[in-house]
């Protein structure tokens, strides 16, 4: 059974001037409401508050009065109206707030809507006359709504439908003394109140929300492409969130000072000369926003303590998903390449948002990274390194891994060709902690240990264990080459155990061959073979089956395979 949502108090960022409010859009009270609020100010992309949380017998948030009883609804549902109020105002736009609620029949005529504008009646102390709205704007309002095949009214001035009393919510910015915060003369504000037949289903309440979309769209100005932005509305929490982010962020675990420094001496750039670069965000369907380029700034931005920011926006909806790649990489490259982990990164988010192969990945973005050699079209080979190197990082593994060739203390080539290929974290990690950071080998050396290690131990993590590696490695590092001289070393330990290993496992076999298949077999006949690396924990059994003794031939391979003792000491001899 499908539960209902929470009743919350709805928060909808916009990028025009229009800013909707329906104080009533609780569904036991208000039919569909709510659904109108919501849809509307997402198709008309203006901002928006929509209350399903308290109902008007508990809270009636169109009263002022009511909410500043409460200062954590009044925090929340006039601090969230000032806020939009200040960005719209920011932007250099003149807000126009519409309060929208449902009345009653016998208020509103069917299909009708009526508009109150507080306009008061001159000379009546009563009822002051202070409208918050010209009348002129009130008229292309009412006519654009009748062109949508709906009624208007002017809601009487006698009526509590009008808005002109102190505690109506329509009378917010007009109140000097009480709330200053809000004060501002200029904000134009309508009620609009609905007959509740364009509201009473959720059908309903969508053509009606589509024909107060056609009246209202002429009246919107749309904020400009670069503007102000509260920094607090950029999302960067989710996977869906920083598909674009591609830049290691400050809150992965592969940080250290020289990132850490870059970050400082940015924010202290921007603190003094202010931001050259405005932040390039999408706007997503809720009208909270999402970072394309200029991560490293937002983070510089968010340590200064700045509430705005200046950022080009575009709508997610206007792009696909190719070109907001695309856009990404050619902003986030103009400055300052990206780095090996970052590139992973990249290539990885586009192959799950675009179901890419490396293939694809390679003819479609390689160029653009700038990897491999130059002329010459990036493989699918290198495509895989850097998502293998990526993968590392995903997992959580080989942080110092990370961030040593983030900070180009290591090389791209060891981490892709040699450390990454190691699967068991362990084994890699101690390879370059213990090995690769203190003597730093070349390539060739650094091949020839991985491949020595292996020999002398059950895993390379075992093999460094091994008190005689571990003297190995204290004589190295105080030699002239320590890399040289490790490599010495082990071929020293390798040549006294490797071939003894391999003479015992030789004697172990030929043993089992005269007991199990006659003092006559041979090799041809029986042998059990090791791996050409003795890490790997596993024999090969040859046997040759003859026509005429094939009966006879299982039945002694079945008599030694029995033998567990025997097989037990045969892969005691590999882990030696």
């Known amino acids: 059974m499908q539960t209902e949502a929470r009743p919350v108090l709805e928060k909808i960022l916009g990028s025009n001037n229009i800013l909707l409010i329906v104080p009533h859009g609780h569904r036991q009270e208000a039919g569909h409401m709510a659904d109108l609020g919501r849809s509307l100010a997402r198709s008309l992309h203006c901002y928006g508050l929509v209350n399903g949380k308290y109902k008007r017998a508990i809270l009636d948030l169109a009263d002022t009065r009511a909410i500043l009883k409460r200062k954590k609804v009044a925090d929340e549902f006039l601090g969230t109206i000032r806020n939009f109020r200040d960005e719209i105002i920011g932007n250099d736009l003149l807000p126009l707030v519409l309060i929208m609620a449902t009345g009653t029949p016998d208020q509103v005529p069917a299909n009708t809507l009526v508009f109150g504008y507080g306009q008061g009646e001159r000379g009546n102390r009563d009822r002051p006359h202070r409208p918050t709205l010209s009348p002129s704007l009130l008229s292309r309002i009412r006519m654009a709504v009748e062109d949508q095949g709906m009624k208007t009214m002017v809601a009487d001035t006698a009526s509590g439908l009008c808005g002109n009393e102190d505690n109506s919510l329509n009378q917010v910015f007009r109140r000097r003394n009480d709330l200053p915060q809000l004060h501002d003369p200029t904000v134009r504000s309508l009620l609009v109140t609905l007959a509740p037949d364009l509201v009473a289903s959720r059908e309903r309440a969508g053509q009606t929300a589509s024909g107060l979309l056609h009246a209202l769209r002429p009246l919107a100005s749309d904020m400009s492409l670069v503007r102000r932005v509260e920094l607090d509305n950029i999302d960067t929490m989710t996977r869906r ?8 962020r400050e809150e992965e675990q592969y940080t250290d000072m020289l990132r850490e420094a870059y970050l400082e001496e940015l924010a202290s750039s921007i603190a003094g000369n202010g931001l050259l670069h405005p932040l390039v965000l999408l706007q997503k369907n809720d009208g909270r926003y999402k970072i394309l380029c200029g991560f490293r700034r937002f983070q510089a931005i968010r340590r200064l303590g700045w509430r705005w920011v200046e950022a080009k926006v575009y709508h997610e909806n206007d792009f696909t998903t190719e070109d907001l790649f695309n856009i990404s990489l050619a902003e986030n490259t103009r400055r300052r390449n990206l780095n090996p982990v970052e590139i992973g990164n990249f290539l990885e988010s586009a192959a799950k948002e675009m179901g890419l192969n490396n293939q694809e990945l390679a003819e479609r973005f390689g160029a653009s990274l700038g990897i491999g050699r130059p002329g010459q079209k990036v493989s699918q080979s290198t495509i ?9 990082r995903e997992r959580g593994e080989s942080a110092e891994i990370i961030t040593d060739l983030i900070d180009e203390k290591l090389s791209f080539t060891i981490v892709a060709e040699i450390l990454a290929p190691i699967r068991n974290p362990a084994d890699r990690d101690l390879l370059y902690l213990q090995i690769i950071r203190p003597l730093a080998p070349t390539r060739p050396q650094l091949l020839q240990i991985v491949k020595l290690l292996p020999a002398i131990g059950s895993s390379i993590a075992a093999a460094i264990a091994n008190p005689a590696v571990r003297q190995a490695l204290a004589r190295a ?11 010495q070393e082990l071929q020293r330990l390798d040549t006294g155990s490797l071939p003894r290993r391999k003479a015992r496992l030789e004697e172990k076999v ?16 029986f042998n059990i073979t090791a791996p050409a690396r003795m890490d790997r924990q596993e024999l090969t059994l040859h046997v040759r089956l003859k026509g005429d003794r094939v009966e006879e031939t299982i039945q002694r391979l079945q008599q030694l395979l029995a033998d567990r003792e025997q097989l037990a000491g045969l892969m005691e001899i590999l882990k030696e």
Not at 477 to 487: E, I, K, L
Request: hydrophobic share 40%; charged share 30%; proline share 2%.
């Open 510 to 525: 030929t043993g089992l061959r005269s007991t199990f298949f006659g003092t006559k077999a041979s090799k041809r006949d």
């Open 477 to 487: 590092r105080s030699a002239r080459s320590p890399a040289a001289a490790f490599v």
């Open 241 to 248: 969130d920083t598909r674009f982010i591609f830049r290691v």
């Open 384 to 392: 895989h390194k850097y998502r293998k190197v990526n993968m590392i």
